[in-house]
C-alpha cells in the first residue's frame, strides 16, 4: 500500500482488526520511509468469478448452472428448499472466499460434492458418479444433462 503522503510503496502494517461494522477490517499502517501513519479498510469483493474448464476455456460462473445440477441431484429427496438456497449460497461464498477471480471447474465439482455429502448422501452419490465420469469433458450443460437420465431411471 502506498504511503499517502510520501508515496514510498514499502509501508507496514502495525496493527489489524475488524471495524466496527464486522464486514472490514481495519489497518494501521506506518511508513518508514517518512514516518507518516494511516489507516486501510479492507471489505469483501463479491467479484465477478471466472470457470476455467479443463480445456482452458474460460467462461463467467453462472449461479443459475451451478444450481441446477444441485438440484436434479437433490430430486425427491426430503432437503427443505431454503436449506438448498443456503447451500448454494455458501458454496458461492466459498468459491469467492478462495480469493482468486479464476476458478478451475474441478475445483467447484469438489467443493459442490463435499456439501452435498455432509447433507444427503443419495444426491452426493448421484452428483458424484455422474461427475467423476465427467471430469475429461467440458461442458457443463452436458453434464447436467447426463445427471438428469441417471435420475429417471431410478424411477
Ligand atoms: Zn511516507
Not at 489497518?27 to 518508514?32: K, T
Not at 480469493?99 to 475445483?107: L, N, R
Request: hydrophobic share 35%; glycine share 6%.
Amino acid at each position: 500500500m502506498r504511503c499517502p503522503f510520501c508515496g514510498n510503496i514499502d509501508t507496514q502494517v502495525k496493527d489489524s482488526r475488524p471495524a466496527e461494522d464486522h464486514v472490514s477490517i481495519r489497518r494501521r499502517r506506518f511508513c518508514p520511509a517518512c514516518g507518516g501513519r494511516f489507516t486501510t479498510y479492507e471489505r469483501v469483493q463479491l467479484r465477478d468469478l471466472v470457470v476455467i474448464k479443463t480445456s482452458g476455456r474460460r467462461e463467467d460462473f453462472d449461479r443459475d448452472k451451478l444450481e441446477r445440477s444441485i438440484r436434479i441431484a437433490l430430486q425427491k429427496r426430503p432437503i427443505d428448499p431454503e436449506r438448498v438456497d443456503q447451500m448454494i449460497s455458501g458454496i458461492v461464498r466459498r468459491l469467492e472466499s478462495l480469493g482468486e477471480t479464476d476458478i478451475q471447474s474441478k475445483q467447484i465439482g469438489e467443493i459442490v460434492m463435499e456439501t452435498l455429502a455432509r447433507i444427503d448422501t443419495v444426491a452426493y452419490v448421484r452428483f458424484a458418479s455422474v461427475y467423476k465420469n465427467f471430469q475429461a469433458a467440458d461442458d457443463f450443460d452436458k453434464f447436467v444433462s447426463e445427471l438428469r437420465p441417471g435420475l429417471q431411471s431410478e424411477k
